[in-house]
């Protein structure tokens, strides 16, 4: 009996699965909308393969939106995996000396077989005034600049993160081939062999006022000035990569520089942080003196109730200890500072977990131009990322014009282009874009010259660069 039933039921459950089959092919398709860049770009082929693991493709505007000429998006993807590579930042020959892009990457390695791969411009920067020309009057460069963020090469910090209301502000964690993107906070601060113990303000830069982003709750910005901030106490760390000879007062006066009619005081530390002089005044007594950091140490500079606390905490031979950590504000651990951790910074995260930030903005700094339709303006803004994809495989991107030309996006449409399906990217950060927008893939830069000196088109001149190139990490990654 039991037998005779089961072709029976049999039967009967395939009726039911061909009625819900036939009804599911009866119901009408929906189209997925094509993605911001398959609506309007092309993909050229082939896809350039730079080493092993390391690819370059790009994607050309083939319908414009609003312009006469195509834009271009160019994308280099890392697979850390596949060989011997490494992901890394580098200032080329000194932190608080801008060069362009292919200058930073060359000091990289002397062996040509060991140069990097590819690389783009890195951390956002403001170069400050010309106050030491009558130093080095041969340089035409003679201009310090200082990180808009956390900036840190091979775990020294040459930057302090902004304030941010506590929480920092957006950057990448470069460790072990792989960026982690984030929100970071830095914490340094001066011990005594006594205990005695204060914060620093931060690294590498004139002490007083801060470009781009206020370092702590006492920064105040300064209305006067778009982007300045300024402290009238404060204590400023230089290391020894730092390249100028360190600030001196009285040399560019300005109303609202406080830094600069403050002689303040001045401590100089050795490599094992002994103190081998302590004195008033800062960058030598004369107008000629070039004081530098010595190989391996660091210089102490204090202004305001700085320059008391180092004056009445620090003699000769005294020995300090300077502590410097990284927080990452998103999850509240600490990030160890070592030889591996590099960081580059930025204001804006342009994907988070694959999604556009609400609080992006769309905004737009270099310059707005009428399109095709004059009453609707195009952003000329060229603009550089660095990110992860579904892959969990480094990518460096830039968008530019096409040959000679300066132009990209407001921000918040080239996160939502980069949001595109056929990229699957994950997480992105805005690094420095404009005129500093650069990639090299091998010794050729791929992308325009913006900026005009003499009437010849130059490569701007920048603070870091992020590239991938030959390495151990690699083999460890996953």
Not at 34 to 45: C, E, H, R, V
Not at 245 to 265: E, I, Q, R, S
Not at 337 to 362: F, M, R
Request: some cysteine; aromatic content about 6%.
């Amino acid at each position: 009996m039991t037998r005779n039933l089961r072709p029976l039921a049999a039967l009967a459950a395939a009726a039911v699965a061909l009625t819900l089959t036939t009804s599911a092919a009866a119901s009408p398709t929906v189209e997925e909308p094509p993605s911001p860049l398959g609506a309007g770009w092309t993909k050229q082929l082939p896809v350039a393969t730079l080493a092993t693991g390391v690819t370059y493709t790009t994607w050309k505007e083939t319908t414009p939106d609003n312009r006469t000429k195509g834009r271009v998006l160019r994308v280099v993807e890392i697979d850390p995996t596949a060989g011997a590579l490494t992901l890394e930042n580098t200032f080329g020959k000194g932190s608080g000396v801008t060069e362009n892009v292919y200058d930073q990457l060359d000091t990289v390695s002397s062996v040509d077989t060991r140069d990097p791969y590819a690389g783009i411009n890195g951390s956002l920067f403001k170069s400050e005034a010309k106050h030491r020309d009558h130093i080095l009057p041969a340089d035409a460069e003679a201009r310090t600049m200082m990180y808009q963020g956390v900036s840190v090469t091979d775990g020294v910090p040459h930057s302090s993160s902004c304030w941010g209301n506590g929480l920092g502000t957006n950057g990448a964690v470069i460790q072990y081939g792989i960026p982690y993107i984030t929100k970071l906070r830095t914490n340094m601060s001066l011990t005594t062999s006594t205990g005695a113990t204060i914060r620093l303000d931060d690294v590498n830069r004139d002490p007083g006022r801060a470009w781009g982003c206020g370092r702590d709750a006492e920064d105040k910005a300064v209305t006067e000035v778009t982007g300045l901030y300024a402290d009238p106490d404060e204590i400023v760390l230089f290391t020894d990569d730092y390249q100028y000879p360190v600030p001196k007062p009285n040399l560019d006066t300005h109303a609202y520089f406080t830094a600069d009619d403050d002689p303040g005081f001045e401590v100089v530390l050795d490599a094992n942080g002994s103190v081998v002089d302590a004195h008033e005044g800062r960058g030598g007594a004369l107008a000629t003196d070039q004081v530098k950091v010595p190989a391996g140490g660091r210089i102490l500079q204090g202004i305001g109730t700085g320059a008391k606390w180092l004056r009445d905490n620090l003699v000769r031979d005294d020995r300090v200890t300077v502590d410097q950590k990284l927080t990452d504000t998103r999850l509240g651990r600490e990030i160890p500072l070592d030889d591996s951790v590099d960081v580059v910074s930025s204001y804006h995260q342009l994907l988070q977990s694959g999604e556009v930030p609400p609080a992006l903005p769309d905004s737009c700094t270099d310059g707005k131009v009428p399109g095709t339709d004059p009453a609707v303006l195009n952003c000329t803004d060229s603009r550089t990322a660095l990110g992860t994809n579904v892959r969990g495989n480094p990518v460096l991107i830039t968008l530019t014009g096409d040959t000679g030309i300066e132009d990209g996006d407001y921000l918040r449409r080239f996160a939502t282009l980069l949001d595109s399906k056929e990229l699957g990217l994950v997480d992105v950060l805005n690094l420095d874009g404009g005129g500093s927008t650069t990639l090299l893939t091998g010794k050729t830069v791929q992308t325009p010259p913006t900026d005009t000196v003499g009437g010849v088109k130059v490569f701007r001149h920048v603070a870091d660069a992020v590239y991938t190139g030959v390495g151990g990490y690699g083999m460890y990654a996953k």
